[in-house]
């Protein structure tokens, strides 16, 4: 992938909190105020409701004096490629989609994206900023994660005393079951309540979907107790809003 030399500019991922426009962190508004050109996801992640969230915190932090906004649509994955080599050839694909949409504004100098939580965690638009060539600076604003939203809603802190946690998705739980030798188990990504393969003797959960918005779930128990309730909640929200993002953190009691 290549673009003229007069492309070389700064990306700024702004990370953007998982759902709530009032998480954005006073450097990611300035960064929005700043920036020539805001750089706009159509689709992917940002499901029905979720889909002017952006526009609303860029509108929100400019008080309606917007930079200019260029929108791209995420390409598809290939259902028929080999999981990690579709993700490769998807990740090709939206920084080719992002090259040709900032072809369009080539004066932009300062190029914000919003990017949903927090730019590090679970995420992979660094890794599509790694394709550009020449290389734009990075910069990296961090945002609110789906795994601080989940313990400020309950109120309780991540690790025990001094102890470990291990952050994995539900496609590894499901697979591997419980991490060795793991404390604090904290689980994203999870379309099909993983939590269910475990044994649930002595499991404590501590469950939240939308997190940080106004239709947030939340549910916390011995897992044994609670493991159905959950799995119902879950179906019947992703049918009620048609789509549903989820975050537990495990540990034994
Ligand atoms: C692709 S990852 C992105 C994580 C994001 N970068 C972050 O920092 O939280 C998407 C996963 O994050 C979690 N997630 C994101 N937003 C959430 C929310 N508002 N409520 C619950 N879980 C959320 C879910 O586990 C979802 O499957």
Redesign the pocket.
């Known amino acids: 992938l290549t673009t003229d030399a007069r492309d070389m500019r700064e990306l700024i991922l702004v ?1 953007m ?4 426009p009032d998480h954005l962190t006073v450097e990611g508004a300035r960064a929005i105020r700043e920036a020539d050109l805001i750089l706009l996801p159509r689709k992917g ?1 940002d499901k029905s409701d979720l889909a002017d969230l952006r526009l609303r915190i860029v509108a929100t932090v400019t008080e309606g004096r917007s930079p200019p906004v260029a929108a791209f649509d995420i390409p598809r994955r290939n259902p028929h490629l080999p999981y990690l080599e579709a993700v490769e050839r998807w990740h090709d694909a939206i920084a080719a989609a992002w090259l040709s949409t900032l072809a369009e504004a080539r004066e932009a100098r300062r190029i914000a994206l919003l ?10 638009t660094l890794r599509i900023a790694a394709r550009l060539t020449p290389r734009p600076a990075v910069r990296v604003i961090p ?8 313990t400020a809603a309950h109120a309780i802190p991540l690790a025990t005393l001094g102890g470990s946690v291990t952050i994995t ?2 496609r590894r739980l499901r697979a591997g079951g419980w991490p060795a030798g793991a404390e604090t188990v904290a ?5 099909a309540c993983a939590f269910r393969t475990l044994p649930q003797t002595d499991l404590h959960i501590w469950w ?6 106004p239709e ?1 779930l939340l549910r916390a128990g011995p897992l044994h107790e609670i493991s159905a309730t959950i799995v119902d909640l879950r179906a019947k929200a992703r049918a009620d809003h048609g789509w ?5 953190l495990l540990r034994h009691s």
Do not use: E, F, H
């Open positions: 990370g909190g998982a759902g709530n992640m990017v949903w939580g927090d730019p590090a965690l679970y995420d992979s945002g609110i994660t789906a795994l601080q939203a989940l998705t539900g689980v994203m990504l999870d379309g939240g979907a939308y997190l940080g918005m947030q549903i993002m989820d975050t537990y």
